[in-house]
């Protein structure tokens, strides 16, 4: 018992009486939403400015393959248009495009919204496509989304036919400031750390992209100090399509998902406003002229031809998504539909997983799957394309993998390839890389604290959630395969049941692993007395759930040697021609390996939440 006087019981009073208070306060003010919702309806812009059937789309070579694809679809005899999307830029270039050849709706869910330049060029062109007659609705999660109530409060004016919501907003406010964080913490983290992860873009109900691609620079190459290497894929076809809109409408109409006039800090800036419509601004730092280059080429027939002409028909496409309700009952399979379908799939890999994901921390169901297809009879070979320290956006996630490097190599099998971030293939990987390399270094958009590395330039990450299993399946949505993706995120994403579609897919992976590109994790070289006494210390330090404090690891980063043939770690000559390059090669050691060392031994408890 904590004694009345107590500095204890102080403490506890105060913290009561302050959460009392920030819950009384951060409740919905209903007067003041039902005041921003009279002026938003007065105010809203209802005139159109086309009268055509077809609201002025654009001519379309994706909106002729729906054609086709419908006019083919069969029972029994699915029609379905996949094409995989692995630049960045392209894949702005066709979001932009479609969104002018839409001709009815468009329908958008993402993690992040930043006010960036492509988060101000997408947002401009959906508006100009409201303003045609095309109805368009946007669900984006409030935490990491458009933190800037004036454009907020402008987008919720901008026109009739655009609706814009935030979900899983944090005491009815649409920016989470550092009180609330804290506070939406100590009172209600079951709710707060459930966030809305899909990504989906869906034009007229049968064209859709999903995949790994947020809205904000990095994602579509556009950053000048950090990119990412990521992939979505576009499905077109009228069977994936009914699945799409299902699974939007769901969260659209969840309770979470909170209209613009509802958020406290929104509605007061209406309110404030009054009757004083100003349209969203670019902002003021804008690269215009990539901006105008861009949509030129998404308007340029012969380059839109060129991209669809890429397009694979195939044919069996399903588009899964998980519930809003999910972490509400995390033990209940219809609710987990994606992570569930993953389960499955994996466990019925005969040969060869190859897989690829930002952060390599696996939820308990996970690493029994893996344990199981590494013991069986005739176990799968397991590749994996990962991060490494140098090229992470979440250097605390990397320690957590970090810390069970043993685990993965010996007791699941894995072959770890950790992707570089300056790699040999940069050039080829993000659009103008070399342009970007000769920018302003700024990083006004940095939202992530990377690791400081030994030299300058623009960095490279992956962002990609792939798999592929025996070379014929292939994922390719927004789940991680981690913890946060099993249990309290939502997710979405495609699966492909086509070897062509998988046989790319897994070719760009490989990509990533090759030695330009990545570093091989594999065994230290050590031998004698060492190796002997290292090994048992080693391996009790990784149980223990804390205190993991051991610092001479089991594995290590292997760098190719010119004139070599790459190797795995099994074959004799390995050591012979691959190079130890330490734990964290490329970073400038000394803040960030003891901040990583920390977490390796403190933080195996946080794996959900990270």
């Not at 789309?57 to 094409?83: C, T």
């Not at 340029?300 to 694979?312: I, K, T």
């Not at 005739?378 to 956006?393: H, K």
């Amino acid at each position: 018992m904590i004694a009345a006087s107590s500095p204890g019981a102080c403490l506890l009073r105060w913290l009561a009486v302050t959460s009392v208070l920030l819950l009384g306060a951060c409740g919905l003010n209903r007067p003041l939403a039902r005041q921003a919702a009279h002026l938003v309806a007065q105010e809203r812009p209802t005139a159109l400015d086309c009268d055509r059937a077809d609201h002025c789309a654009l001519a379309s070579p994706y909106m002729e393959l729906a054609d086709a694809a419908r006019r083919d679809d069969r029972d029994g005899a699915p029609a379905h248009v996949v094409d995989v999307l692995e630049q960045g830029a392209e894949s702005l270039q066709i979001r932009v495009h479609l969104i002018r050849a839409a001709r009815h709706s468009i329908d958008i869910q993402t993690f992040i919204w930043a006010e960036d330049d492509a988060g101000w060029l997408v947002l401009d062109e959906l508006i100009a496509a409201a303003r045609r007659g095309v109805k368009v609705r946007i669900l984006a999660d409030q935490l990491f989304s458009l933190d800037d109530e004036e454009w907020l409060a402008r987008i919720a004016r901008a026109h009739v036919n655009l609706e814009f919501r935030l979900y899983n907003p944090t005491f009815d406010k649409a920016v989470t400031q550092p009180v609330d964080f804290a506070a939406s913490i100590l009172c209600c983290f079951s709710r707060f750390n459930q966030r809305m992860h899909n990504k989906l873009f869906l034009v007229d109900g049968e064209i859709g992209i999903a995949g790994g691609r947020n809205y904000e620079n990095r994602y579509f190459d556009w950053d000048q100090t950090f990119d990412y290497r990521d992939r979505d894929v576009l499905v077109i076809g009228p069977r994936s399509g009914a699945q799409m809109q299902a699974s939007f409408e769901q969260f659209w109409k969840h309770p979470r998902a909170v209209p613009l006039t509802r958020l406290n800090d929104v509605n007061h800036r209406l309110v404030r406003d009054g009757l004083q419509h100003r349209a969203l601004q670019a902002p003021p730092d804008i690269d215009q002229s990539r901006v105008d280059a861009l949509r030129a080429r998404a308007v340029d027939p012969q380059a839109m031809q060129a991209l669809a002409a890429r397009a694979q028909w195939v044919g069996a496409v399903d588009y899964f998504s998980d519930a809003p309700d999910k972490a509400q009952r995390a033990d209940d399979p219809a609710l987990l539909a994606l992570t569930t379908r993953i389960s499955d799939l994996l466990l019925q890999a005969k040969h060869e997983v190859v897989l690829e994901t930002p952060y390599l921390v696996f939820s308990r169901k996970a690493r029994r799957i893996f344990r199981y297809l590494h013991k069986r009879k005739d176990p799968a070979q397991v590749i994996v394309s990962t991060n490494s320290l140098a090229a992470t956006d979440a250097f605390y996630v990397y320690a957590l993998s970090y810390k069970y490097k043993k685990r993965y190599l010996r007791s699941y099998g894995f072959r770890i390839h950790e992707f570089k971030p300056f790699p040999q293939d940069a050039a080829e990987f993000i659009a103008d890389y070399d342009a970007l390399a000769g920018g302003d270094n700024a990083g006004r958009y940095q939202r992530y604290a990377q690791a400081p590395l030994r030299r300058g330039g623009v960095r490279l990450g992956l962002h990609a959630k792939s798999l592929v299993i025996d070379r014929a399946i292939t994922i390719i949505g927004s789940h991680n395969f981690d913890p946060r993706s099993d249990n309290y995120n939502t997710e979405s994403g495609f699966i492909i049941a086509d070897v062509a579609v998988a046989a790319r897919v897994q070719a760009a992976i490989l990509r990533n692993t090759a030695p330009g590109n990545a570093w091989l994790i594999a065994p230290r070289q050590r031998n004698g007395l060492l190796a002997r006494i290292n090994e048992p210390i080693a391996d009790l330090s990784a149980r223990l759930p804390l205190f993991d404090l051991w610092p001479f690891r089991y594995s290590s980063s292997f760098e190719l040697d010119p004139g070599c043939a790459p190797s795995r770690p099994e074959d004799p000559g390995f050591y012979a021609c691959h190079r130890d390059v330490g734990d964290f090669p490329e970073v400038d050691l000394p803040l960030k390996t003891i901040y990583t060392r920390i977490i390796t031994a403190f933080g195996a408890g946080l794996a959900g939440i990270l």
